[in-house]
């Protein structure tokens, strides 16, 4: 379906995710176990007691490897210490309740000094009184789809945010924008993406620097039409410089087989975010003349070489370093620090400070809203060659204004449907 400019329609909020998803959510986190037996790889650490860390891990179709991916990381980044704590996996299906209900589970019976894992902080702030109360840190990670709402700013030192800031990197992309590829785009995203705040920054940041989005598609809507049932006519009615892409898993792989077929021999620009590539294992056939974006260079050597430590058992190396097994890496470099020095309110600062060995550094926090203020990378393909040659620029995040409101509305994690 097509939006056209004044009037950019928001989709229902929290109906998609209401109607066709937590029903079978529901179901299908009944099944998972109430806790999984830890993994052990590592002898007990030299120093103290060898503490366990329970670590939540989603189920998702739309990026089925998303849950292995991240505990990849989480070895591999605790691996080159002596001191990692014991992983203890808890899956939670797709149902942020059934996340809620595993945490207070494993932190009530005991079986956990801290908690890791993918849930955003939307959701997470329901633990704070149990996390306060028993001093059990959680380390929450997920995409960074939506802005952290103002009211969590003074929120507690034992929950703390961890993300991949999308939506940061998509206001970036929408700032850096018109002076790169013009002030006219046409906005594609599918019904997923529509439901988080991401995509409507960019357009906000777009918008600020002088663009104009003058036509919007949004693929897969649930209402029985073609997935990209008026693609062909928002593109030549919107008269745009470039597109923005933003999809994610099969569903990008789809959207890239049908702009090739309305553009088969043209180099016209092609923005959007590393999901929008498709799934992990196709990261590194980039689209020819395509731009991506994210808080870390994926292609850099460093980028590569965690990549190569982040292998799933049975399968080839990420070809480029995925959102799930960085920010999994990030962490486990975060608890073997946390494992080595000792419990206590006063190491919460290790877990809240990544590591300068890290791929992304340690960047600025804004003081007001915790987000992350690190830099962007803008990736880019050289069209004459097929994407052989690579551009890369660094360029510093945006803060966010204090009380500037989100658009989401969906009440799951990004890519975890």
């Known amino acids: 379906m097509t939006f056209s400019p004044p009037s950019p329609a928001r989709l229902g909020r929290r109906g998609f995710l209401g109607a066709s998803v937590s029903t079978a959510a529901t179901v299908a986190c009944a099944a998972a176990p109430a806790l ?28 089925p490897t998303l849950s292995a991916e991240f505990l990849a990381g989480l070895e591999a980044g605790a691996d ?3 001191h990692s704590p ?33 849930l955003p902080m939307q959701s997470a702030r329901d633990l704070v009184p149990l996390l306060e109360a028993n001093q059990i840190p959680f380390l929450a990670s997920d995409t960074g789809a939506d802005r952290l709402p103002t009211h969590l700013a003074d929120r507690s030192p034992w929950l703390i945010a961890h993300s991949l800031d999308l939506w940061q990197s998509c206001a970036v992309l929408g700032r850096e924008a018109p002076r790169r590829w013009g002030t006219r785009a046409l906005l594609c995203m599918g019904f997923l993406e529509s439901g988080y705040d991401f995509p409507h920054e960019f357009r906000r940041a777009f918008e600020a620097a002088g663009g104009t989005v003058s036509a919007m598609h949004v693929s897969g809507l649930p209402d029985g039409s073609d997935e990209f049932a008026g693609l062909r006519s928002a593109w030549h009615a919107a008269r745009a410089d470039f597109v923005v892409a933003l999809y994610s898993g099969a569903q990008a792989l789809r959207f890239q087989r049908q702009w090739s077929q309305l553009q088969p021999h043209s180099q016209f620009p092609v923005v959007g975010t590393l999901f929008s590539q498709g799934p992990a294992e196709a990261v590194g056939s980039r689209p020819r003349g395509w731009t991506s974006v994210a808080s870390w260079n994926a292609g850099s050597d460093a980028c590569r070489s965690i990549a190569a430590r982040c292998a799933l058992s049975g399968s080839d190396p990420l070809a480029e370093l995925s959102g799930p097994a960085l920010l999994g890496f990030e962490a486990g470099q975060r608890f073997a620090q946390w494992q080595s020095n000792g419990a206590g309110v006063e190491q919460l600062t290790i877990l809240r400070t990544p590591s300068e060995s890290g791929p992304r550094g340690d960047p600025p926090h804004g003081l007001a809203s915790g987000d992350r203020n690190g830099t962007h990378w803008l990736r880019a393909g050289t069209p004459a060659t097929g994407g052989s040659t690579e551009m890369a620029w660094a360029t510093r995040g945006p803060g966010a204004p204090l009380g500037a409101p989100g658009c989401s509305g969906w009440t799951t994690p990004y890519l975890v449907t």
Do not use: C
């Open 80 to 82: 080159a210490s002596e």
């Open 86 to 118: 014991r992983w203890l996996p808890l899956p939670y299906g797709r149902s942020p309740q059934a996340a809620l209900r595993q945490a207070r589970a494993a932190v009530g019976s005991g079986a956990v000094d801290a908690l890791a894992g993918w």
């Open 36 to 63: 999984a037996a830890p993994t052990d790889r590592q002898p007990p650490a030299r120093h103290g007691i060898r503490r366990t860390v329970g670590v939540l891990l989603p189920e998702s179709s739309r990026y």
